[in-house]
């Protein structure tokens, strides 16, 4: 059942909406510079300001490509929801949280020397996999007005089947690019415990994927004739 404060977030001017999405990114993107530089106990780590340009270039491309076409997603995106899925609100806790211990240990390694230099023929190929995968997640989220950041089914604004976009070729194609760049991001900053740490964030979506297909086609109406036209979840010709 839909609250008294969704109907307001819902009914909000739309410059309100997007101002309000506008600054939990921008400082979201703040964040993880502080934690990044503070971690490595110096503000001239070139990768790590490659990394926080690559974030700060997905918030905007997402901005761009979302507030033209669906504004209203951003409403849904920047507070909980009643009917917020109880098992994603405890498991995207856990990622955000490891996402910052991510961020600590790049950092710490940065200032301490744990991983020995890593080449740019590593570095290199790791930064387009990230921005691939950022890429990926703006498209995604371009083709699909319901979106949501915490798993619900939105009865309160229609929700039907996204099939457009890249959800012709799979059906969780947003959950491929965060996998993809909690897998290369740690690489670019130059960081085999990170990276450690990210290949346990991409287990946690490969996890939320299947969870998150599991409710779609228990309660999404059409999303079983979907799923038996688009038959692989996270991974072509795989999975």
């Known amino acids: 059942m839909n609250t008294d404060a969704q109907k307001r977030d819902q009914n909000k001017p739309i410059p309100r909406i ?16 502080v934690i990044l530089f503070l971690a490595a106990g110096r503000w001239d780590w070139g990768w790590g300001w490659v990394l926080v340009a690559v974030m700060a270039a997905w918030v905007v491309a997402t901005g761009i490509a979302v507030i033209p076409r669906h504004p209203q997603l951003l409403a849904d995106r920047v507070g909980p929801k ?7 609100v405890g498991l995207m806790g856990v990622v955000g949280l490891l996402t910052l211990v991510g961020y600590v240990v790049a ?9 020995a230099d890593l080449p740019d023929a590593v570095r290199i190929p790791a930064l387009i996999v990230t921005a691939a995968g950022y890429a990926a997640a703006v498209w995604a989220t371009a083709s699909n007005a319901f979106f949501s950041q915490i798993m619900r089914i939105q009865a309160d604004r229609g929700h039907t089947v996204a099939v457009g ?16 760049v909690n897998l290369a991001a740690p690489l670019v900053l130059g960081s085999w415990p990170a990276f450690a740490v990210g290949a346990v964030l991409a287990g946690l979506i490969v996890v939320r994927t299947a969870l998150e297909d599991r409710t779609l086609l228990a309660e ?8 038996a036209r688009v038959r ?8």
């Open 107 to 115: 950092g710490l390694d940065a200032r301490n020397g744990w991983t």
């Open 220 to 227: 999404l109406p059409g999303y079983k004739d979907y799923a």
């Open 18 to 33: 997007i101002a309000r999405w506008a600054v939990r990114e921008t400082m979201g993107v703040v964040m993880m510079a």
């Open 165 to 180: 976009g890249p959800y012709r070729f799979l059906r969780h194609p947003a959950y491929l690019g965060q996998v993809a």
């Open 82 to 88: 009643s009917d917020a899925k109880k098992w994603d």
């Open 232 to 239: 692989h979840r996270l991974l072509p010709g795989v999975w």
